[in-house]
Nanobody, 119 residues
Framework: VQLQASGGGLVQAGGSLGLSCVVS????????MGWFRQAPGKEREFVAA????????YYSDSVKGRFTISRDNSKNTMSLQMTDLKPEDTAVYYC?????????????WGPGTLVTVSS
């Protein structure tokens, strides 16, 4: 199973950016999925998660109200729409998938995509 995130780039504070994650090697319809991020010099942190049927979504307090996670099981993809971006959102963003919404380390992880927010 491979995950490939894309859509990262440079954006000004207050701007928007959309990330996508394409999964190959397995259908995602029974997988919980999510996004984590790691800023320079910091530990990886949870950003957002979505249940396999899209019935439940979860967000960290730092992105709640600004980021929206979604998925399209028919296309084996997941997205993260980010608005009102702040310099502190600068990080490498990783998509992940797991059999449980806990999104464990032993789940599936992609290589990450860099998001840089300039002030």
């Amino acid at each position: 199973v491979q995950l490939q995130a894309s859509g990262g780039g440079l954006v000004q504070a207050g701007g928007s950016l959309g990330l996508s994650c394409v999964v190959s090697g397995r259908t995602i319809d029974r997988l919980a999925m999510g996004w984590f991020r790691q800023a320079p010099g910091k530990e990886r942190e949870f950003v957002a998660a979505i249940s396999w049927g899209s019935s439940s979504t979860y967000y960290s307090d730092s992105v709640k109200g600004r980021f929206t996670i979604s998925r399209d099981n028919s296309k084996n993809t997941m997205s993260l729409q980010m608005t009102d971006l702040k310099p502190e959102d600068t990080a490498v963003y990783y998509c992940t998938a797991d059999d449980t919404i806990a999104l464990r380390e032993e789940g599936y992880w992609g290589p990450g995509t860099l998001v840089t927010v300039s002030s």
